[in-house]
């Protein structure tokens, strides 16, 4: 019987996490044979996720019919299917939440993202879902915008897990953590318990590379006519995303060493774990499973679609990588300041974080748009 490599990985203190959830492999069984025996920890969705399950799939055709029969406008619709699928998930990972005292055993759902730039309407999005769904080990994912993290810090303090997403720069990384810490403050003054409470941030990693690879390929495309600048052009390419996720890593070691966090780890807080996220390979030519490989440490979770995860259980060299080639790290991404490289890493994070708001929004309406056809369908006459 061949290695699940899947399974090494938590020795080097890493859960490894789903990204993806439909019905089809909570009926089958499959979800909780991966959680039972192949390494699974955790489960993550967004509106994609769903688009592609539920689009297209009759699967989900008798709960329509039903919802229908009660008058249910679309939204509520959607929201009965996707809630139920969330429930599912919990329950499966229920004892993985329980085994590991609330480290693991999470499922996330995403706030609509029509409402990421809007503090109050995801705090009270944020607020039914996790009281409608009622399961203790559901994340609300909230974009990491700038209206997003007041949210998560009100979340936070009325006792909520969050798992913030769109994390694409060092700095929204480490704003999001001092969000997540001035929340458990602000419970904490209120006199509750803070001790069952759960954080993830999630770092994207390959569109950062796809972004960067983009301007680097338009570049060489033009023509380079020295040799060694095109050489410092090549040197960068799929190579961004790992050095800013293990810069922002050295950061969160920072966090975890300050005044303000060590009292509240004295009052019971858990520590909001860096989620490597967006961890498929989109370029052929590079390592299938590099985003997982170079990127393995402690108190991290790695978020992972089927495929790769398929990949990773065949062939990952698993071992603890996360903290080497540091230096060159922080030189590879100062390198890009070079007026022969010339990417604005600035520029590219913010574009990025508008890009994966659409990115998601575009299938929620999508998805709306096909319940409102199979609804008409599925309609009594």
């Known amino acids: 019987m061949s290695t699940n490599h899947l399974l090494e990985i938590n020795q080097y203190g890493q859960s490894i996490w789903m990204d993806n959830l439909s019905r089809d492999i909570i009926q089958s069984g499959e979800l909780k044979d991966m959680v039972e025996n192949q390494g699974i920890s955790g489960i993550t969705s967004n509106p994609a996720i769903f688009e592609k399950a539920i689009a297209g799939n009759v699967i989900y055709d008798a709960d329509i019919e039903a919802a229908v029969r009660a008058n249910l406008p679309t939204d509520k619709i959607y929201e009965s299917l996707?809630?139920?699928?969330?429930?599912?998930?919990?329950?499966i990972l229920r004892p993985v939440y329980e085994a590991s005292n609330r480290l693991d055993g999470y499922v996330?759902?995403?706030?609509?993202?029509?409402?990421?730039?809007?503090?109050?309407?995801?705090?009270?999005?944020?607020?039914?879902?996790?009281?409608?769904?009622g399961r203790e080990n559901l994340m609300i994912k909230i974009p990491g915008t700038k209206p997003g993290l007041p949210a998560v810090e009100q979340v936070i303090a009325e006792g909520m897990n969050v798992n913030i997403t769109l994390l694409f720069s060092v700095e929204s990384y480490v704003n999001t953590a001092w969000a997540y810490i001035r929340g458990l403050e602000k419970r904490l003054a209120e006199g509750k318990d803070i001790s069952k409470i759960a954080s993830v941030a999630s770092f994207f990693l390959s569109r950062i590379d796809s972004n960067v690879d983009g301007k680097i390929d338009a570049k060489l495309k033009k023509g380079v006519d020295d040799i060694s600048v095109e050489a410092k052009l090549r040197a960068v390419k799929g190579k961004v995303a790992i050095a800013n996720a293990k810069i922002a890593y050295q950061e969160y070691k920072k966090i975890i060493e300050s005044d303000r966090w060590k009292a509240l780890t004295e009052k019971g807080a858990t520590v909001q774990r860096l989620l490597w996220a967006s961890t498929s390979t989109k370029d052929p030519h590079y390592n299938d499973v590099m985003y997982i490989e170079e990127l393995i440490g402690r108190d991290t979770v790695n978020t992972v679609p089927p495929a790769t995860i398929k990949a990773c259980a065949d062939h990952c060299n698993v071992s603890d990588r996360l903290e080497t080639d540091v230096d060159n790290a922080y030189t590879l991404i100062e390198n890009l300041k070079d007026p022969d490289i010339n990417v604005d890493l600035n520029a590219v994070?913010?574009?990025?974080?508008?890009?994966?708001?659409?990115?998601?929004?575009?299938?929620?309406q999508s998805l709306m748009n096909s319940l409102e056809e199979k609804i008409k369908v599925l309609s009594p006459v």
């Open 108 to 133: 996330s759902i995403e706030v609509p993202p029509t409402i990421a730039h809007d503090t109050e309407a995801t705090i009270t999005e944020a607020r039914r879902y996790f009281q409608e769904i």
């Open 349 to 364: 994070m913010d574009e990025l974080l508008d890009e994966g708001i659409d990115k998601f929004i575009q299938p929620f």
């Open 82 to 91: 996707v809630f139920a699928d969330i429930r599912y998930a919990c329950d």
